[in-house]
C-alpha cells in the first residue's frame, strides 16, 4: 500500500522583531526531528515539531562547537520541558527558552513559532 505524504495549506511562520516571517509548509517538520532554515539576516534557525503538534525554533548554532547543526540533534523532554541534545557535544537546550540545561550560563535565541 502507498501512503499519500501529509498534505496540508498550513505554513510555519517565526516572529521576527514585529512581524511573522513564513518559513516553509508544516508537512515539511517530521515530529522529532529538526529542519534548518536561513533566515533574511543570513542567521540560521532550527525548527521542530513534537508528536503533539506543538512547534519550536531555536538559533541552529551550537555556541559550544560553533557549528549550525542543533537542527540534527536528538529530541527529548527533562522534567516535562522539550530539548535538543547537540550531536557534537551532547549539551542540550530547552526548545521553549533556548536555555541550556548543562551549563546555565549559556542560550540559545528562541522564537516564537506558529501555524497559520
Known amino acids: 500500500m502507498t501512503l499519500a ?12 522583531e514585529e512581524d511573522w516571517f513564513t518559513v516553509c509548509d508544516l508537512s515539511a517538520l517530521t515530529p522529532g526531528r529538526g529542519v534548518a532554515a536561513l533566515l533574511p539576516d543570513g542567521r540560521q534557525v532550527a525548527l521542530f515539531r513534537d508528536r503533539a503538534g506543538r512547534l519550536y525554533g531555536i ?14 540533534g ?20 530547552d526548545l521553549e527558552s533556548g536555555q541550556c540545561l548543562d551549563d546555565e ?12
Open 5 to 16: 505524504p501529509e498534505t496540508t495549506d498550513l505554513k510555519v511562520r517565526l516572529r521576527l
Open 105 to 116: 550560563s549559556v542560550r540559545v535565541a528562541a522564537y516564537e513559532v506558529r501555524a497559520s
Open 59 to 72: 538559533d541552529n548554532r551550537d555556541p559550544f562547537g560553533g557549528a549550525a547543526v542543533l537542527s540534527r
Open 74 to 93: 536528538l529530541t527529548g523532554t527533562h522534567q516535562g520541558r522539550p530539548f535538543v541534545a547537540s550531536p557534537l557535544l551532547k549539551q542540550r537546550f
